[in-house]
């Protein structure tokens, strides 16, 4: 375990090394930031050359480039053009809410997921199980913004019971649903995610169910007796969840790096929306910083999630 520790350290090193690097040149083809710093219609010649001789952009590019590699290294992203705040405090200001709509939308995809998987991959004939299937295919094939206003339309426009848009205020931890009604405005955001990945969850579940159910050892239990419930939850389940757990753990770093059109849509202060925001300010720092921090959040879930292999299937040996 340690070696492979060690070996799987290495190679996120490596990986995030790499995609340092593309980011920071790739991002210099942007527009000049400069325009998002001063105003360029009322700015003099100098005035413009005097900020960009402050912020070491008419510097060469590599030497922009060694400074921020050291100030990554001392855990120092740099400063926001726009909010001429230190990047990171701005990043983890937002994270509370959107790791809220991430906790709730992967219990909630869970929740919906795996037991539908298991009784349409164990029952795969049935009107249910097709029901179930079709189901599937809407949740798969409809867009995540369409969803969003369409249950604005219904529950906020028709129904008037749920708020449009918008955050309750923070409480403990800088969580919204602590505080009295703050979980009314998260019902929406969470259903919009939670519908798209626990269609997917659900037919790889299905799959998996399908697959074991045909194994010698299902056969052996329901001749021991074994009720068709233990067989299903406790021995076709289990063995079916490798494949699951895969793709819950990328789609839990999916929820939390691209949140973007659904913070947008109910204008939920995440980070989500402030990428959004920060492309089309081109605020250069924040988008950077942004996209490594994102980066190295996955191979980390990557890294968990060859962990949780072996916990659920002790035969899987890392290597």
Not at 55 to 61: A, E, F, K, R, T
Not at 223 to 241: E, Q
Not at 252 to 281: C, N, Q, Y
Request: net charge positive; aromatic share 10%.
């Amino acid at each position: 375990m340690l070696k492979y520790a060690i070996k799987r350290l290495f190679q996120m090193l490596v990986v995030l090394a790499v995609v340092t690097v593309l980011v920071f040149f790739m991002t210099n083809f942007l527009s000049d930031p400069i325009e998002a710093i001063v105003d360029i219609q009322t700015a003099t010649e100098a005035d413009i050359q005097a900020v960009r001789e402050q912020l070491g952009l008419n510097d060469p590019i590599l030497v922009q480039f060694g400074r921020f590699v050291s100030g990554i290294l001392k855990g120092d992203f740099g400063t926001s053009y726009v909010y001429k705040t230190p990047v990171l405090d701005l990043i983890f200001q937002r994270v509370p809410a959107t790791a809220e709509i991430v906790l709730f939308t992967a219990i909630l995809t869970l929740v919906i997921a795996i037991p539908l998987g298991v009784i349409a991959g164990a029952n795969p004939q049935t009107k249910l199980s097709k029901g179930i299937m079709a189901g599937s295919i809407f949740g798969i094939s409809l867009p995540s913004f369409w969803m969003g206003m369409m249950l604005i339309y219904v529950f906020s426009v028709s129904l008037q019971i749920l708020p449009a848009s918008g955050r309750a205020a923070a409480g403990p931890g800088g969580f919204s649903f602590l505080t009295p009604g703050g979980w009314k405005n998260l019902i929406m955001p969470v259903l919009t995610l939670a519908l798209g990945y626990s269609a997917t969850i659900l037919r790889v579940t299905r799959a998996g169910i399908q697959e074991n159910m045909k194994q010698d050892y299902v056969k052996f239990a329901r001749a021991k007796g074994v009720s068709r419930r233990n067989v299903l939850f406790h021995h076709a389940l289990k063995n079916a969840l490798v494949p699951v757990v895969t793709v819950f753990g990328l789609n839990i770093g999916h929820m939390f790096a691209f949140t973007t059109v659904t913070e947008t849509i109910f204008a939920w202060p995440g980070v989500g929306k402030l990428l959004i925001d920060s492309i089309l300010r081109n605020d250069r720092p924040i988008i950077v910083a942004y996209l490594i921090l994102v980066s190295a959040m996955f191979v980390v879930i990557n890294f968990v999630v060859d962990i949780i292999y072996m916990l659920v299937d002790p035969r899987i040996e890392l290597r």
